[in-house]
């Protein structure tokens, strides 16, 4: 029996910066081609941060529209949870940017790092806190400006990164509604797949971490994506059964967006239609935490989710970690 209560997702919102960087503006900056990002990977373009543009001003361009499509003002909000591996700073955390900016003025918040399946852990410890009766309105959002991290000259890497945010708000819904279970799960074997090398206290900014370009984005793609194809079934299939439900009964399907190849094979280990699969990683890339509530805003936004619709949200990361929710809207 599920035994969560019913919290859930009232609104949606999401952002992405207007400046787009197509596959033929990449074939100016590194040793690529339109035909070898897209056969790939499937993206087609990314929408990158300009300079004066940070995690907090993504992140507040698409909490904006999740708080007006809720009803809420910022004064209503008592829970801020920011997912990212993109902060604006080290201290303080980019929730609390997003707060001071949105005049979100009775709201705790706090920032969590779970690199790309950060915005269902966020949903996860947001759903707890509402359901605790502490909190009532939680604002989850996940963001990521990559492009900061992201080294231009690796072309294994820089074609695939974009930047965006995704936004939620969470609160009380009616019973039978809301999120119907979470599966997490990480493993700290697998930290050297997927990381930032340097800028923490392993290894502090320093000449040298500077000069060997350490500050950037490194990634083993084969055994990501074999890891990655992997996961997905696995977390999906324990959702969906701790929600006491079937693929059968899904509506949707949200990956994180990370590759078109990663996704096709888990549409082949996974029975659903390939209909009930959101997939927009053609317009934005992989943008880490934002990836998911991006993609799942598409669907709201064209008056696609109705009641009692079964979402299922899926995704993997740096940790590595990866999870699974499903929610009945």
Not at 104 to 111: C, P, T, Y
Not at 182 to 200: C, E, H, I, Q, V
Request: aromatic share 8%.
């Amino acid at each position: 029996m599920n035994t969560l209560a019913r919290i859930g997702i009232v609104s949606l919102g999401a952002y992405a910066p207007p400046n787009v960087l197509t596959n033929f503006d990449m074939e100016k900056i590194v040793d690529t081609s339109d035909e070898w990002i897209r056969t790939r990977s499937g993206i087609s373009q990314r929408h990158i941060a300009d300079a004066a543009t940070a995690t907090s001003d993504v992140a507040y361009g698409a909490a904006l529209p999740a708080l007006e499509r809720a009803g809420l003002s910022p004064e209503e909000i008592d829970l801020i949870i920011v997912a990212t591996v993109s902060p604006d700073m080290p201290l303080p955390s980019t929730a609390c940017f997003l707060q001071h900016r949105l005049g979100a003025v009775n709201a705790a918040a706090f920032d969590i790092s779970a690199a790309c399946t950060g915005f269902i852990y966020s949903c996860n410890i947001g759903q707890a806190m509402v359901a605790s009766g502490q909190y009532r309105n939680a604002l989850v959002v996940g963001a990521d400006t990559l492009s900061k991290f992201t080294d231009y000259t690796d072309r294994r890497i820089c074609v695939l990164l974009g930047d965006g945010a995704g936004a939620a708000v969470l609160k009380p819904v009616p019973e039978d509604r809301g999120f119907r279970s979470f599966y997490l799960r990480a493993d700290g074997s697998l930290t050297d797949l997927l990381k930032t090398p340097a800028g923490g206290s392993r290894n502090p900014a320093s000449f040298e971490t500077v000069q060997n370009r350490q500050h950037f984005i490194t990634m083993n793609g084969p055994e990501v994506f074999k890891f990655a194809v992997r996961i997905m079934e696995e977390a999906v299939v324990n959702a969906l059964d701790q929600a006491g439900l079937t693929l059968d009964d899904v509506t949707y399907i949200v990956p994180h967006q990370a590759n078109i190849r990663i996704i096709e094979s888990a549409m082949k280990r996974l029975p659903i239609p390939a209909e009930r699969w959101v997939v927009n990683i053609q317009n934005y890339g992989n943008t880490s935490a934002a990836s998911i509530p991006l993609a799942l805003n598409e669907v709201y936004e064209r008056g696609g989710l109705h009641e009692g619709d079964v979402i299922v949200m899926v995704g993997f990361g740096g940790g590595l970690t990866w999870g699974a929710t499903v929610v009945r809207w």
